[in-house]
Structure formats: structure tokens, C-alpha cells
């Protein structure tokens, strides 16, 4: 059966995550996708007007920009006992990196962390050069997919050296958002993890 994803978004924001979602991952589906409108009271007293429990699925994540609805859609999924994982925000109770492509492998996140989150590269070289790539793990954006076939016919260095940069072309993160800890923007942040990531995948075919 496949694993059922249900998706919380306000006017399209996580649209190129659901794309890449249903594009590149496997056996997993979209199952519902709510899309609230974009222009809500900065104050929301009754958050169950706009989010019910009229949902199910196997994880939900939560692209929502209002934080009195993510905390209501966490508090729900918490006691439906369904795994929700809110990127870029701090909520208690859900599953939090700092981008998409930050997710570790949990075991809660099931298909979907299998598949996403910290990329990961099978590198082939030849004559010094990247003949192949295949990718394991990646961006629900697609980004990790997408940016392998401008690296074919470099060598290490060059990709290394773009790989980063074409990331961040491709990246649908919020730029002005902050890591107070790192001091790097989710811009920054996604292409330092696919960096790592080439270079694991090209050192393990040398």
C-alpha cells in the first residue's frame, strides 16, 4: 500500500514540494492536499474554522505561513497519532528541520523520510570526470534530482564548486529566513548539504 501524504498549505506555498513529491518518490502519494487562502487575520481564535479533523493519511506536513494554524494542525495530528513534519518552524510536538532537505532518516517520517531530506549521491567517474550520478535521497523540491544532469562532464572539482550554487537556483526556501545558529539562510544551508553530499558520493567511487 502505498505511503499517503496529506498536505497544509496556504495559496500554493508548498505547490513545488508536492510536485517534486509525486515526481521522484516511490510508492509514496499525495493523498489530500488543503489549501487555505493567504490573507487570514494576524490573530486566529478559532483555528478549527479553517483546519478540522476531517483528515488521514500517514504524515502530514505542514507548508502553512499563519503559526496559530500550524500549532492547531500539530496539536491535531499529535492526538490523531499521525506524524507531522513542519520545516523551518518551532513548534512542539512536530518533526522541525530547518529546510525539507534538512530531515534526517526518522523512523516516524516512514516512505517519505526514506526518500527525502538530507540528499545523498551515487557518483560514477571516468577519466577523472563525472560520467553518472544517481540520487538516493533529495529535496522534496526536486532540486537534488533535477541539478545531477548540469554536473555530467565535470570533474569533481567543477562540480563541487557548482553544485551548491545550482541548488540554490533551483530552491523554493524562504531566503530571509535565519538559523541563529549556523548563521545561514535556508539558501545557504541547502546548498552546503548537497556540497557534503557530492563529496561523499564522489569519494566513494575513488
Given at each position: 500500500m502505498p505511503f499517503r501524504i496529506?498536505?497544509?498549505?496556504?495559496?500554493?506555498?508548498?505547490?513545488?514540494?508536492?510536485?517534486?513529491?509525486s515526481e521522484f518518490g516511490r510508492d509514496i502519494i499525495v493523498e489530500k492536499v488543503f489549501?487555505?487562502?493567504?490573507?487570514l487575520p494576524s490573530v486566529i481564535d478559532e483555528p478549527e474554522e479553517f483546519i478540522t479533523e476531517d483528515f488521514d493519511g500517514d504524515l502530514v506536513l505542514d507548508f502553512l505561513k499563519h503559526?496559530?494554524?500550524?500549532?492547531?494542525?500539530?496539536?491535531?495530528?499529535?492526538?490523531?497519532?499521525?506524524?507531522?513534519?513542519?520545516?523551518?518552524?518551532?513548534?512542539?510536538?512536530?518533526?522541525?528541520?530547518?529546510?525539507?532537505c534538512g530531515l534526517g532518516r526518522l523512523y516516524a517520517a516512514g516512505?517519505?523520510?526514506e526518500q527525502f531530506g538530507i540528499p545523498e549521491y551515487d557518483v560514477e567517474m571516468r577519466d577523472g570526470r563525472i560520467e553518472g550520478i544517481k540520487?538516493?535521497?533529495?529535496?522534496?523540491?526536486?532540486?537534488?534530482?533535477?541539478?545531477?544532469?548540469?554536473?555530467?562532464g565535470m570533474t569533481s572539482?567543477?562540480?563541487?564548486?557548482?553544485?551548491?550554487?545550482?541548488?540554490?537556483?533551483?530552491?523554493?526556501?524562504?531566503?530571509?529566513?535565519?538559523d541563529p545558529i549556523s548563521g545561514k539562510s535556508p539558501l545557504h544551508f541547502a546548498?552546503?548539504?548537497?556540497?557534503?553530499?557530492?563529496?561523499k558520493g564522489?569519494?566513494?567511487c575513488t
Open positions: 496529506v498536505v497544509f498549505e496556504q495559496h500554493g506555498s508548498g505547490w513545488l514540494k508536492t510536485a517534486g513529491i489549501d487555505l487562502p493567504a490573507n503559526p496559530d494554524l500550524s500549532e492547531h494542525l500539530v496539536r491535531l495530528c499529535n492526538k490523531k497519532g499521525i506524524p507531522v513534519i513542519a520545516s523551518g518552524q518551532h513548534i512542539q510536538g512536530a518533526i522541525a528541520p530547518f529546510t525539507c516512505a517519505y523520510g540520487v538516493r535521497r533529495g529535496a522534496p523540491c526536486g532540486a537534488t534530482w533535477k541539478v545531477t544532469s548540469r554536473l555530467i572539482k567543477e562540480a563541487i564548486s557548482a553544485v551548491g550554487r545550482e541548488v540554490q537556483y533551483l530552491c523554493c526556501a524562504n531566503p530571509s529566513a535565519f546548498g552546503e548539504v548537497h556540497i557534503i553530499a557530492l563529496k564522489i569519494a566513494a
